[in-house]
């Protein structure tokens, strides 16, 4: 499931986008595309680890290799993608090394999409390295877990973050830090943005969609509500006519107030969008200081309760 930690504390994510949210009538697969895609997927998912071993080594081949992966993987789903990169070769020096990217949360197809365009480190669930056939893959990629229910890992992760940038990796966020439908979204929260300040390091906002067979955005591959990752897996796999559409915009620089950068970086992943945030946080209920996360940590330190 999405949603499967009651709200433990005020900083804990939640989404209104459930079922609801989902298309009525999708178009779908014929029965035997079906089968092919299911095929596919587990070869490459077979294959990717296996190509991440190989270029170990060389940081490029290994790079190189596991885009091949993804966008094998990604073909499998049925799933086109499309790149627009408009920045200028200045701008797109800025990110060339070690970066942080910031990018809105819509579904487990997101760190695909994303990995099939440039691999990186990504901060996801916790649980997701148990997630089947998913875990392999994040496993693979070593995903930096998060624990959103424990606010004293807050601080580690940020840590975590800063350092593998400064080591010249790629860190993926998505610090709306839970799903939301792709037409809703939630606003930006500046904590694992603190990485960013802390190794002065610039910042590449990325606008990421999904489009029908119309060039309409849809909320087709949505990861929300109730639905269980193997449910979703297979509705998914059915659907047909989907496109990711990935958009560098220009990189923002770090400055030093983690507010101001996730405001900067809200506009320019959602400048079309034409609507306001479901929710804005509160900067002292959401995003609390290192003094406020351990103090809350020690006030509740059980584990939240699942729902």
């Known amino acids: 499931m999405t949603q499967p ?27 035997i595309v079906l089968v092919l ?5 587990i070869a490459a998912f077979a294959l990717l680890p296996l190509l991440v071993v190989l270029g170990v080594p060389f940081p490029r081949v290994r790079h190189a290799l ?8 990604l073909s499998a789903i049925g799933i086109d993608l499309t790149v627009l990169d408009t920045r200028s070769e200045r701008e797109r020096s800025r990110t060339a090394g070690g970066a942080l990217h910031v990018s809105g949360h819509i579904s487990w197809t997101d760190v695909v999409v994303l990995t099939a365009v440039r691999p990186s480190t990504f901060v996801a669930r ?12 994040a496993r693979a990629m070593k995903v930096l877990p998060i624990d959103r229910a424990r606010l004293r890992e807050l601080p580690a992760v940020v840590d975590q973050v800063a350092d593998r940038i400064r080591a010249g990796a790629s860190v ?67 659907l047909a006519g989907l496109r990711a559409e990935v958009e560098f915009t220009a990189p923002e620089a770090p400055g030093g107030d983690r507010h101001d950068l996730a405001r900067r970086c809200e506009v320019a992943i959602r400048r079309d969008d034409g ?33």
């Open 5 to 31: 930690l009651v709200r433990a504390h005020a900083w804990m994510p939640s989404s209104p986008c459930g079922d609801g949210c989902l298309p009525k009538n999708p178009p779908t697969v014929r029965r």
């Open 37 to 41: 895609r299911i095929a596919a997927a």
């Open 66 to 73: 596991t885009r091949l992966g993804a966008r094998m993987l």
């Open 126 to 137: 916790a649980d997701l390295v148990d997630w089947p056939l998913l875990g392999r893959l």
């Open 172 to 238: 993926v966020v998505f610090p709306e830090a839970t799903t939301w439908c792709g037409l809703a979204y939630g606003s930006l929260r500046p904590a694992l943005l603190q990485a960013a300040i802390d190794s002065e390091t610039w910042v590449q906002p990325i606008r990421l969609r999904y489009l029908d067979r119309h060039g309409e955005p849809t909320t087709a591959t949505c990861f929300v509500g109730d639905e269980t990752i193997g449910a979703s897996i297979g509705r998914i796999f059915r």
């Open 275 to 307: 609507v306001e945030p479901a929710e804005r946080p509160r900067k002292d209920v959401y995003d609390p200081t290192v003094h406020e996360v351990m103090a809350e940590a020690e006030r509740s330190p059980s584990a939240p309760t699942v729902a």
